[in-house]
């Protein structure tokens, strides 16, 4: 069953991809360029984006730091009032691995900053002329470290858990109106963010397969993409069990 309007067909669709100078965002700028779409990318660092515009020419580049809230609505009032996107994929994120004793209080805010504020701000703008138009699809990157407590992903499962549930609520609220919702909640990906990792990543992918999962779930008309799906499944069925089984299992798998 479809949850939202499949997106199959990208020729002459324009694509803004919001935190794509590497890793899940470059690589699926790259894929949507080489299906006809009509990319925006942005970042901080506008090098980065220049350099992925070499590779793929026609991708059209803007620099934007996602936690500057003047910056994040002129550009969304720039893209809207001349050629509005189809698809805005919201994929900035910040990481850093720690539980109590390492979180600092700015660190927390770092992570709620970019992962949670930042992404609620883009909704809201981006939402006004979707609504309006009774067309477009607002995707929001979270993670699998957001469904359920973890240990090692304080601050940063805590804010993909409440960026997931944002989603959640607007699909119900948006839906109706003809916009489309969708989470993604990825494993792990070989990333730069996911570099400082000291542990073995399980079912690890590249994030070109990670573009090609999101591209399956947005023609499927899906809410949640998640992937890979054979370690997703494993996390699925951990959410559905009681406390006083999941604690336990979870301390014994993480040998915490």
Not at 18 to 29: D, E, K, M, N, P
Not at 41 to 44: K, L, P, T
Not at 55 to 64: D, E, F, N, S, V
């Given at each position: 069953?479809?949850?939202?309007?499949?997106?199959?067909?990208?020729?002459?669709?324009?694509?803004?991809?919001?935190?794509?100078?590497?890793?899940?965002?470059?690589?699926?700028?790259?894929?949507?360029?080489?299906?006809?779409a009509r990319v925006t990318?942005?970042?901080?660092r506008l090098e980065a984006?220049?350099?992925?515009?070499?590779?793929?020419?026609?991708?059209?580049?803007?620099?934007?730091?996602?936690?500057?809230?003047?910056?994040?609505?002129?550009?969304?009032?720039?893209?809207?009032?001349?050629?509005?996107?189809?698809?805005?994929?919201?994929?900035?994120?910040?990481?850093?691995?720690?539980?109590?004793?390492?979180?600092?209080?700015?660190?927390?805010?770092?992570?709620?900053?970019?992962?949670?504020d930042a992404a609620v701000?883009?909704?809201?703008?981006?939402?006004?002329?979707?609504?309006?138009?009774?067309?477009?699809?607002?995707?929001?990157?979270?993670?699998?470290?957001?469904?359920?407590?973890?240990?090692?992903?304080?601050?940063?499962?805590?804010?993909?858990?409440?960026?997931?549930?944002?989603?959640?609520?607007?699909?119900?609220?948006?839906?109706?109106?003809?916009?489309?919702?969708?989470?993604?909640?990825?494993?792990?990906?070989?990333?730069?963010?996911?570099?400082?990792?000291?542990?073995?990543?399980?079912?690890?992918?590249?994030?070109?397969?990670?573009?090609?999962?999101?591209?399956?779930?947005?023609?499927?008309?899906?809410?949640?993409?998640?992937?890979?799906?054979?370690?997703?499944?494993?996390?699925?069925?951990?959410?559905?069990?009681?406390?006083?089984?999941?604690?336990?299992?979870?301390?014994?798998?993480?040998?915490?």
């Open positions: 069953m479809s949850l939202n309007p499949p997106l199959a067909d990208w020729r002459d669709r324009h694509v803004w991809i919001v935190g794509a100078s590497s890793g899940i965002g470059a690589a699926l700028a790259a894929a949507l360029h080489e299906r006809g990318v942005s970042a901080r984006l220049q350099a992925l515009g070499r590779q793929h020419p026609g991708l059209r580049p803007i620099a934007l730091d996602v936690t500057d809230a003047t910056a994040l609505a002129a550009t969304v009032e720039r893209l809207f009032s001349s050629h509005p996107p189809d698809l805005v994929c919201y994929c900035a994120g910040h990481y850093e691995p720690g539980g109590a004793r390492e979180l600092s209080l700015r660190g927390w805010e770092q992570h709620r900053a970019v992962n949670l701000a883009l909704s809201l703008a981006v939402l006004r002329p979707m609504r309006a138009r009774g067309h477009g699809h607002l995707s929001l990157v979270s993670s699998v470290a957001g469904h359920r407590g973890l240990p090692n992903a304080l601050a940063y499962g805590t804010t993909k858990a409440a960026l997931t549930h944002f989603g959640e609520a607007l699909h119900l609220e948006m839906a109706p109106l003809g916009v489309g919702i969708s989470v993604v909640t990825p494993g792990f990906v070989e990333t730069p963010m996911t570099a400082v990792n000291d542990f073995r990543m399980p079912a690890v992918i590249t994030p070109g397969q990670a573009a090609q999962a999101m591209l399956a779930g947005w023609a499927r008309g899906r809410f949640m993409i998640d992937f890979p799906r054979r370690f997703t499944w494993w996390l699925d069925l951990l959410r559905c069990l009681p406390y006083a089984w999941y604690f336990p299992l979870v301390r014994r798998l993480t040998r915490r």
